[in-house]
């Protein structure tokens, strides 16, 4: 059974796993589709405004995009969703299937279920 994307956030690490800088889809809010960075303070996470060219990076590389990255520029990149994003891996690949997932504690949601 193919389960749907939803509306839900997706966080990618910029730098490093635990790092204290995020790029995260529909967060702080949920009702807009788009990227923002976000910043860890304690075990409190806050939003650290647009997109940032750190941040384009950082999701180019979670989403082994960075052949591409000529055709997704930041203004294009900051409202694509996590599962287009992994759709074009997908297409890039071959066909081969990788599962790429959110890397917030708690929130390893799958690309593919992120609209």
Do not use: C
């Not at 889809?25 to 807009?32: A, G, I, V």
Request: aromatic share 8%; glycine share 8%.
């Amino acid at each position: 059974m193919k389960r749907r994307a939803q509306k839900v956030s997706y966080s990618v690490p910029v730098g490093y796993p635990g790092s204290s800088q995020s790029v995260d889809w529909r967060w702080p809010d949920p009702k807009s589709p788009e990227w923002r960075m976000s910043e860890r303070e304690g075990v409190s996470w806050f939003s650290a405004g647009h997109l940032t060219e750190q941040g384009r990076s950082a999701i180019l590389e979670h989403f082994g995009l960075e052949r591409v990255a000529d055709q997704l520029p930041l203004s294009l990149l900051a409202r694509r969703a996590p599962n287009e994003l992994e759709l074009m891996h997908f297409g890039l690949s071959g066909g081969e299937r990788q599962v790429h997932r959110s890397d917030r504690i708690g929130d390893h949601i799958e690309a593919q279920l992120a609209a």
